[in-house]
T-cell receptor, first 111, second 116 residues
C-alpha cells in the first residue's frame, strides 16, 4: 500500500558548508516560485521567491535558481547553520495565487 | 511584527462531530487561505477567500467544509462531520495587496486536528 510519506528526502550537511536543495515543479504556466522553511511544529515560513521571468535571485545567505527548460528550482544556502535545520518546501503559484507545494526536503545540519 | 494566529493549537474530536478552527489573519490583509498537512506529507491547498466569498477551492474542500469571516478579524474553517482522514495540521494564511514580494502568504502556526 501507499506509504504514509514519512520518508522525506534528507540532506545532511556540516555546519558552515553550503547546502543545495532541489525541487522539480509541474506547471509550466506558474509565474511565481517560492521557497518555504518549516520547523517542527510550526507553519511554513517564507524564505525567498522568484518570478518566472528570472533565473536567479539572491537574498541574505540564500539564492534561488530557476531553470524553466527542465522545470527545476533550487535553493542554495551559504554557510549553513544549525538554525537552518528544517524541512524546506518549494511552491509554485499562478494567476489564482493558491500555493502548490512540493514534497519537501529535510535539511539536517551537523555541528 | 504582525503575525497570523490560530486557535486552538490542538483539537481532538470524535468522528462525526463538527469542529471549527479559528484564525486571526494579519489585520490589513485581504486574501485568506486554508491549507492542510497530513502528518509527514506536503502542504495541500484547501480554499482561498476574498471579499467575503470563496475564490477557489480544491477537491478536498467538499460539502463537509465551509469557511466564514464572521467579523472583521476572524476567519474560520468548519468541518461539519469529521472523518478519520481529516486528521491533519490545518494552516491558515493571509496575504496583503502590496507586499514587497508579490505572493508572500503569511502562515499561522497551525491547528493539529485529531479525529478519533
Amino acid at each position: 500500500g501507499e506509504s504514509v510519506g514519512l520518508h522525506l528526502p534528507t540532506l545532511s550537511v556540516q555546519e558552515g558548508d553550503n547546502s543545495i536543495i532541489n525541487c522539480a515543479y509541474s506547471n509550466s504556466a506558474s509565474d511565481y516560485f517560492i521557497w518555504y522553511k518549516q520547523e517542527s511544529g510550526k507553519g511554513p515560513q517564507f524564505i525567498i521567491d522568484i518570478r518566472s521571468n528570472m533565473d536567479k535571485r539572491q537574498g541574505q545567505r540564500v539564492t534561488v535558481l530557476l531553470n524553466k527548460t527542465v522545470k527545476h528550482l533550487s535553493l542554495q544556502i551559504a554557510a549553513t547553520q544549525p538554525g537552518d535545520s528544517a524541512v524546506y518546501f518549494c511552491a509554485e503559484t499562478g494567476a489564482t495565487n493558491k500555493l502548490i507545494f512540493g514534497t519537501g526536503t529535510l535539511l539536517a545540519v551537523q555541528p | 511584527e504582525p503575525e497570523v494566529t490560530q486557535t486552538p493549537s490542538h483539537q481532538v474530536t470524535q468522528m462525526g462531530q463538527e469542529v471549527i478552527l479559528r484564525c486571526v489573519p494579519i489585520s490589513n490583509h485581504l486574501y485568506f487561505y486554508w491549507y492542510r498537512q497530513i502528518l509527514g506529507q506536503k502542504v495541500e491547498f484547501l480554499v482561498s477567500f476574498y471579499n467575503n466569498e470563496i475564490s477557489e477551492k480544491s477537491e478536498i474542500f467538499d460539502d463537509q467544509f465551509s469557511v466564514e469571516r464572521p467579523d472583521g478579524s476572524n476567519f474560520t474553517l468548519k468541518i461539519r462531520s469529521t472523518k478519520l482522514e481529516d486528521s491533519a495540521m490545518y494552516f491558515c494564511a493571509s496575504r496583503g495587496l502590496s507586499e514587497s514580494s508579490y505572493n508572500e502568504q503569511f502562515f499561522g502556526p497551525g491547528t493539529r486536528l485529531t479525529v478519533l
